[in-house]
């Protein structure tokens, strides 16, 4: 009698091999994606380009789209470090949250990842699951700046970390659908400063 499930078949978040494995898929993924686009990550050519079979990848993610969801994580959290390099790490959270938005969709409009996900020839499948992807995609980039500021008392009375991050996904992955309100920089900025920092900061 079998009596494997499927928690059994799927690779050990604290096993030596994990972190690695997991890291070669993303990174395989990532490399069709930004050639091919979100429409062409096919599982079989991931496996392929890590070296691995096709049920491999299946151990470590349980579908297309949270392997998509790591790919985007992983080209937004280089972005935000990049940001956070420009800014540098002592500026105030009101800054970050203007500069850094304004930076950050702006390299994010312009990288290939994220731009298949925006595209109009994005599948019906990729066009319902890239607002998703996105979010969570945005989530690990901003959510420390909102911790951080309600820890100084920063936030509005009555706005959380989690409602801030929240509405701010949703401005963002707006301006992102809107690419054409990205092209002047300056005018964005003072849009983020107008109605952004109000809304979230207790300035």
Not at 20 to 31: C, K, W
């Amino acid at each position: 009698m079998n009596t494997t499930t499927a928690s059994d078949w799927k690779a050990r978040r604290d096993g030596p091999e994990y972190a690695g494995t997991r890291a070669r898929l993303v990174d395989a993924a990532e490399d069709i994606v930004r050639d091919a686009g979100a429409a062409g990550l096919r599982l079989d050519s991931v496996a392929e380009a890590a070296g691995l079979h096709r049920s491999s990848v299946y151990r470590y993610f349980d579908s297309k789209e949270e392997l998509l969801t790591a790919v985007v994580v992983q080209a937004t959290m280089r972005l935000g470090r990049e940001v956070v390099a420009a800014l540098g790490s002592d500026a105030p959270p009101e800054r970050f949250l203007v500069d850094g938005l304004a930076m950050a969709l702006a390299s994010i409009a312009n990288d290939p990842v994220h731009r298949s996900l925006l595209s109009p020839t994005a599948s019906e499948a990729i066009a319902r699951s890239g607002g998703r992807v996105l979010t969570e995609g945005l989530r690990p980039l901003v959510e420390p700046l909102f911790v951080s500021a309600a820890d100084q008392g920063l936030l509005r009375s009555g706005v959380t970390p989690d409602s801030a991050l929240a509405w701010l996904q949703i401005v963002a992955t707006g301006l992102l659908r809107a690419p054409a309100e990205l092209r002047d920089p300056a005018e964005l900025v003072g849009l983020l400063e107008l109605m952004l920092v109000p809304a979230l900061l207790d300035t």
